[in-house]
């Protein structure tokens, strides 16, 4: 069975939103394109699901501005812009995205004590999410992973998804994707390659 988990296509990480990367965008009709002719048997999505008090908004620490590296749960923890608010249309979908073929959505980040870039479990890796259970149920063997923002939420899931899915072949596309910070883009790839992630493009799928 192959799964594709799309991370993160929310208006918060496009253009006008309260953290957005550049181009965030543009992954929508790549993803759209995925989600239609990508063959995939399973369609996933997070979304980024912040309380107004989250402890990883700088907001919420006195004298610290976004961006600024800080402490959240005695752990070293960027400071970013209020985000993502439940509820808040920066939490909603990109309207564009074809978020009716998803199978599955998995909300993340909603404990104030802790952030959660991977769509499977919080960063300290003390709870997970339904996603790994979910994937698994499916019989899934495959999982393409995309989105926003590669240097972030994408890594860290296909990270954990190498991990917590032993035995699933895991593919990050990267067209369908976009990132924060251009150095920390390169690092992440190397990463996830590093990590056994195949690294792809969506032409490659779509030829399939
Ligand atoms: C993300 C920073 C904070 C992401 C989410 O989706 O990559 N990055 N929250
Ligand atoms: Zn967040």
Not at 51 to 61: E, K, L, Y
Not at 103 to 114: C, H, L, S, T
Not at 185 to 201: D, Q
Request: charged share 25%.
């Amino acid at each position: 069975m192959k799964a594709l988990l799309l991370v993160d296509i929310q208006n918060g990480f496009c253009p006008g939103g309260n953290l957005a990367v550049a181009h965030g965008d543009e992954v929508v009709p790549v993803a759209n394109r995925l989600i239609a002719d990508g063959g995939y048997d399973v369609i996933t999505a997070s979304q980024d699901w912040h309380p107004a008090n989250h402890g990883s908004f700088a907001s919420q620490h006195p004298g610290k501005k976004p961006f600024d590296m800080g402490e959240l749960s005695g752990q070293p923890q960027v400071m970013w812009p209020d985000h993502c608010v439940q509820g808040t249309p920066d939490a909603e979908f990109h309207p564009d995205l074809d978020i009716d073929a998803v199978d599955y959505i998995q909300q993340k980040g909603e404990n104030p004590a802790v952030d959660s870039y991977s769509a499977f479990r919080d960063n300290d890796h003390a709870a997970l999410t339904g996603l790994a259970g979910y994937l698994r149920a499916q019989q899934v063997t495959e999982l393409d992973v995309c989105g926003l923002a590669t240097d972030y939420c994408v890594k860290f899931s296909a990270l954990d998804a190498v991990d917590m899915l032993p035995g699933v072949k895991v593919r990050f596309v990267e067209d369908a994707s976009r990132g924060i910070d251009p150095e920390g883009i390169k690092a992440a790839i190397a990463e996830m390659r590093a990590k056994g992630v195949e690294i792809v493009k969506s032409a490659d799928i779509l030829a399939d």
